[in-house]
T-cell receptor, first 115, second 114 residues
């Protein structure tokens, strides 16, 4: 079974703080993703990475950066947290391939509150 | 841009009955894949079922099946013999064949009444 874990389930930070959200997968997947989930908006892609040190912007990258120094770990960084970044953050990973082989597996999520 | 629309923010069903969740999508691509994901309360999102656009046969996974209408760009999920454990947020998602990116709908919250 694929396991995707996230470092925290709940996090409370103050405006202006630097925030690190960590995600680890144990299935040697090349692809990793960060989404944010907001009520009425579904999931929106922030960044994804298709290899170590490689990254691409998703739909809403503003205010975020990422780091992928090792294959199994993908970090999302909020350089200066703001209240509009209060959200649920979901990490996912997948093994690239044609069609059916590429299924994204999700972590449990981190609910971030920025005060 | 590709879009995925789930027109039902909330649905409810009686235990043991059947419910259908709607999803439509907009694309000009011919090679794509469609997915339904389930997110139970406070639990991890999991894949329920997937459909390749080139396949005419509708996908089925136990009590879950889809009605894929390619010309109408419709991809509905049918849950038969609904169980309490089916209560969750359901997301429809779309991916172009050669692309990593999943585009999600806004979700449908399903309640199962005992």
């Amino acid at each position: 079974d694929v396991k995707v874990t996230q470092s925290s389930r709940y996090l409370v930070k103050r405006t202006g703080e630097k925030v690190f959200l960590e995600c680890v997968q144990d299935m040697d997947h090349e692809n990793m993703f960060w989404y944010r989930q907001d009520p009425g908006l579904g999931l929106r892609l922030i960044y994804f990475s298709y290899d170590v040190k490689m990254k691409e912007k998703g739909d809403i990258p503003e205010g975020y950066s990422v780091s992928r120094e090792k294959k199994e770990r993908f970090s999302l960084i909020l350089e200066s947290a703001s209240t509009n970044q209060t959200s649920m953050y979901l990490c996912a990973s997948s093994l690239p391939g044609q069609g059916n082989q590429e299924t994204q597996y999700f972590g449990p999520g981190t609910r971030l509150l920025v005060l | 841009a590709q879009t995925v629309t789930q027109s039902q923010p909330e649905m409810s069903v009686q235990e043991a009955e059947t419910v259908t969740l709607s999803c439509t999508y907009d694309t000009s691509e011919s090679d794509y894949y469609l997915f339904w994901y389930k997110q139970p309360p406070s639990r991890q999102m999991i894949l329920v079922i997937r459909q390749e656009a080139y396949k005419q046969q509708n996908a089925t996974e136990n009590r879950f099946s889809v009605n894929f209408q390619k010309a109408a760009k419709s991809f509905s999920l049918k849950i038969s013999d609904s169980q309490l454990g089916d209560a969750a947020m359901y997301f429809c998602a779309y991916r172009v064949g050669s692309n990593y990116k999943l585009t999600f709908g806004k979700g449908t919250l399903l309640t199962v009444n005992p």
